[in-house]
């Protein structure tokens, strides 16, 4: 789902090839200037503003926000004992949060001194996603995770035939779907809800953010005396890369038989199988 996760083009999963042989470190850095504006707040307060933002892309991890020391207010760190080890970047130093009665113990980390081959990060600090109360991209408030700015969406209308059952109980079949590309995962089939079957849905609690399409509202699925549960989900407001799905409904391939125009489609695995 990013340049070094998954599939990606050094995922530990590459979907595709290149045309030579790549000598890629099995732990590999990449690090880039986003140019957006992105902030931090904890505790009511900003503690980190900057249009100077670096994102680091490493094997197996989400792209992490870097700040420069001068973009961060340091009066809201108190320095902590606290020391990790990394084999590729190096000693990170600690700093805990402290804003009011608001305390984030060993929130923020720093190379104060990297490695060699990591130096650029000399001089820049990054927080530990929830550690911290809101991100801004921008005015936009950003959940979850930072957006990579290798992970697309498209979605495409379609007039294939899809035909969605389990255990052989047809749950839904449409001839305009709407077809919902992301990186990293497979082809998503959003339906209308007329070409659902109600009778079989019952409404979730479940509640989940995606930083790319918004909120997700679930429901569970009836199949003769079992029940699935959040296999069903629909985006009422997405956000504007999943606009063209606002309220339609998706199941997960992992868990259901997808046929697309009579061929049915091997279940694929993915962490939600």
């Known amino acids: 789902m990013t340049l070094t996760m998954g599939t990606g083009p050094f995922g530990e999963q590459r979907a595709g090839v290149f045309n030579a042989g790549l000598s890629a470190p ?7 200037p986003i140019g957006k504006r992105v902030r931090a707040s904890f505790g009511g307060e900003t503690v980190a503003d900057s249009t100077r933002v670096w994102m680091l892309h490493e094997t197996g991890h989400l792209p992490v926000y870097y700040f420069p020391f001068d973009d961060v207010c340091t009066e809201l760190l108190e320095r902590s004992d606290h020391v990790t080890h ?23 980390w720093a190379y104060e001194r990297p490695i060699e081959s990591a130096s650029w990060l ?43 059952s389990r255990d052989g109980e047809l749950l839904a079949e449409s001839w305009r779907p709407r077809l919902l590309f992301e990186t990293g995962l497979p082809v998503r089939y959003y339906l209308s809800r007329q070409d659902v079957r109600h009778d079989l849905l019952a409404p979730s609690m479940s509640v989940t953010r995606c930083p790319y399409k918004g909120v997700a509202e679930y429901w569970s699925v009836r199949v003769g005396d079992d029940v699935v549960p959040d296999l069903v989900w629909t985006y009422a407001e997405p956000l504007h890369d999943a606009l063209a ?29």
């Open 86 to 108: 990394c084999p590729v970047k190096g000693d990170a130093s600690y700093w805990t949060l402290a804003a009011g009665e608001r305390r984030a113990e060993n929130a923020v």
């Open 26 to 32: 099995e732990h590999l850095l990449y690090f880039e």
């Open 122 to 164: 000399a001089g820049h600090v990054a927080f530990y996603w929830d550690a911290v109360d809101a991100w801004f991209e921008e005015d936009e408030q950003v959940f979850v995770h930072p957006r990579d700015p290798y992970h697309r969406i498209d979605v495409l209308a379609s007039s294939r035939h899809v035909r969605v």
């Open 245 to 273: 799905v606002r309220g339609m409904l998706c199941f997960y391939n992992e868990q259901v038989d997808v046929e697309v125009d009579g061929q049915r489609e091997q279940r694929p695995t993915t962490p939600f199988a």
